[in-house]
C-alpha cells in the first residue's frame, strides 16, 4: 500500500513552511477522508450525505487521507458542515407542511394497511437544509426478535422518522413527494443497494400504480391544500 509512503512525504512536505504554503496554493481543493466503517452507521451516513453534497457542489473536490491534516487541509464533513449541506431535520412548522405531510401518511396507510398496521409507524420531519443533496433521509434502526413481513420480503428495520425536503412539500409535484416518501419508507427492507430494498421498492410502486385513481385524486387534494384546512377524500 502507498498509505504509509504518502504519509511520510506529506510529513515531510509539512516540515517546511514555505513547501507547504506552495503545495496549498498549488492544490487547494483537498479534503481530509478518515476511513469509516459501514457498522458505523451514524458516521457512515454522514460520509455518504457529505459525499452527495461535494458531487452537487460544482467544484472538484479530491479526497485525501487524514496525514493531509498536517498541511491545513480541512475534513471533507467540515467542509459540508459549513456550507450546510448535511440535512438537518425539523418538525413541521406550520399548518400547511402538517397537512400535506398528512394527506401523505393518510394515502400511504390507506395503500398498505397492513404494513403499516404490523409496524411502528415512522413520524414525519422535514429536512430544513436548503442546499442538501438529499430529497428524503431516514435512519435504520435494527429489529430485535420476531419481524413481520410483506410480501414475503421480511422487515429488517425500525425507522425512527421519515425526513422530507422542505422544498417538496412546498411543490405542487405530488407524484416526487409520494415516490421520495416510499423510497425511505422502504428502508425498512435494507439499504439502498440491497437486494430486499430493490424488490420491496418494485412492490411499492407496484401498488400505487394499481391505485392510479386514488393518486390522482390525492394529487388534486395536494394542490388545493395551498391555504386551505384538509379534508379527507378516504
Request: net charge neutral.
Amino acid at each position: 500500500t502507498w498509505h504509509p509512503i504518502i504519509a511520510r512525504l506529506v510529513k515531510n512536505v509539512a516540515a517546511s513552511p514555505p513547501h507547504q504554503a506552495a503545495w496549498i496554493d498549488e492544490y487547494p481543493e483537498l479534503l481530509v477522508a478518515h476511513q469509516v466503517k459501514k457498522s458505523d452507521i451514524p458516521r457512515y451516513n454522514r460520509r455518504r450525505q457529505a459525499l452527495d453534497w461535494i458531487r452537487s457542489s460544482g467544484r472538484r473536490y479530491r479526497l485525501v487521507q487524514e496525514a493531509f491534516l498536517a498541511l491545513g487541509y480541512p475534513t471533507l464533513e467540515e467542509v459540508c458542515d459549513q456550507a450546510d449541506g448535511f440535512s438537518i431535520t425539523r418538525d413541521p412548522c406550520d399548518g400547511f407542511e402538517t397537512r400535506r405531510i398528512g394527506l401523505l401518511e393518510q394515502l400511504v396507510f390507506c395503500l398498505l394497511p397492513d404494513l403499516l398496521d404490523a409496524i411502528e409507524r415512522p413520524p414525519c420531519k422535514v429536512i430544513s437544509s436548503r442546499r442538501s443533496a438529499w430529497q428524503g433521509m431516514t435512519s435504520c434502526l435494527p429489529i430485535r426478535g420476531k419481524a413481520p413481513k410483506f410480501c414475503g420480503i421480511v422487515v429488517k428495520y425500525r425507522l425512527p422518522y421519515i425526513a422530507l425536503r422542505e422544498s417538496l412539500l412546498q411543490s405542487d409535484d405530488f407524484g416526487e413527494a409520494l415516490s421520495t416518501y416510499l423510497h425511505e419508507l422502504a428502508h425498512i427492507f435494507g439499504g439502498d443497494r440491497s437486494a430486499a430494498f430493490s424488490r420491496a421498492l418494485s412492490e411499492l410502486m407496484t401498488v400505487t400504480l394499481n391505485n392510479s385513481r386514488l393518486i390522482a385524486a390525492c394529487e388534486e387534494q395536494w394542490a388545493a391544500l395551498r391555504g386551505v384546512e384538509q379534508t379527507s377524500l378516504f
